[in-house]
C-alpha cells in the first residue's frame, strides 16, 4: 500500500503564494507519477498537475498554467505544488495521488491523501 500525507494548505490572499507538500511511504516513490488534483464544494474533482517518475516531464491544467508548479523530490519521497499568484477561483481541498503512469483523469488514480484546504480570499 502507498500512504499519501498533504501539507501546506491554508488561508491567503489572493496575489499571494503557498507551497504545498506531499509525503508518500510505503513504496518506493519513484516508481510512481503523482498528480496534484483539487475539488471546490459542489464541483467535482479536477486535475491540476502531473509530474513523471523520472521528474522529467510535467503537465499542467489550464487554468494553472504559468502559475503552479509541480516538482519531486525522489530522495525526500515528497511531491509538491508551488503556487503563485493565487486567485479565489483556486479555493479548493487539494489532493495529491499516485499511479505507475501519468494520468490526468482522476478515476486512474488509485492512492489518495486525504486532502489540504486552500481558501483564497479576495
Known amino acids: 500500500q502507498v500512504q499519501l500525507v498533504e501539507s501546506g494548505g491554508g488561508l491567503v490572499q489572493a496575489g499571494g503564494s503557498l507551497r504545498l507538500s506531499c509525503a508518500v511511504s510505503g513504496r518506493t516513490f519513484s516508481n510512481y507519477a503523482m498528480a496534484w488534483f483539487r475539488q471546490a464544494p459542489g464541483k467535482e474533482r479536477e486535475f491540476v498537475a502531473a509530474?513523471?517518475?523520472?521528474?522529467?516531464?510535467?503537465t499542467y491544467a489550464n487554468s494553472v498554467k504559468g502559475r503552479f508548479t509541480i516538482s519531486r523530490d525522489n530522495a525526500k519521497n515528497t511531491v509538491y505544488l508551488e503556487m503563485n499568484s493565487l486567485k479565489p477561483e483556486d479555493t479548493a481541498v487539494y489532493y495529491c495521488?499516485?499511479?505507475?503512469?501519468?494520468?490526468?483523469?482522476?478515476?486512474?488514480?488509485?492512492?489518495w491523501g486525504q486532502g489540504t484546504q486552500v481558501t483564497v480570499s479576495s
Open positions: 509530474i513523471r517518475r523520472s521528474g522529467g516531464s510535467t
Open positions: 495521488a499516485a499511479r505507475w503512469l501519468v494520468a490526468t483523469m482522476s478515476d486512474d488514480y488509485s492512492y
